[in-house]
């Protein structure tokens, strides 16, 4: 189960290395005012790794809670660790994707690490029925 839990901290990092990134792609960033800052920027890509950073912290709950759940569940630890991989990958290359502005795979890769969530969820829900 530790892969799992390092998983956890991987995913808990990855919003702050897309936020990294808007910060570095505008103009001067401004800590005074970091979201009026953002708001004002004409960068794209400053927007795509500002929507990254915002969606690693919308995903982050669901995975949390079906990694937990599943190993509170008894799930299986080698599918709990197995799922927890695919899901920090999927999240890797959802930035990848917001980033490059290829919406059709990352909307595809965000499908992915859903369901990966999910599916833990699903997991521990249907062990302790």
Not at 14 to 26: C, F, R
Not at 63 to 70: I, N, Q, R, T, Y
Not at 75 to 98: C, K, Q
Request: aromatic fraction near 10%; include cysteine.
């Amino acid at each position: 189960m530790a892969i799992a839990y390092w998983c956890i901290l991987i995913a808990a990092l990855l919003p702050y290395l897309w936020v990294s990134i808007a910060k570095q792609s505008g103009e001067r960033y401004n800590n005074r005012d970091p979201r009026g800052w953002q708001a004002r920027q004409n960068n794209p890509r400053s927007h795509r790794a500002n929507a990254a950073h915002l969606n690693g912290f919308e995903s982050f709950p669901a995975f949390v809670a079906g990694v937990l759940m599943a190993q509170l569940a008894g799930v299986a630890p080698a599918t709990v660790n197995a799922i927890a991989i695919v899901f920090v990958a999927a999240r890797i290359l959802h930035g990848i994707f917001y980033l490059a502005d290829r919406q059709a795979l990352r909307s595809l890769i965000w499908l992915v690490g859903f369901a990966a969530a999910l599916s833990l969820i699903v997991m521990a829900a249907l062990k302790i029925a």
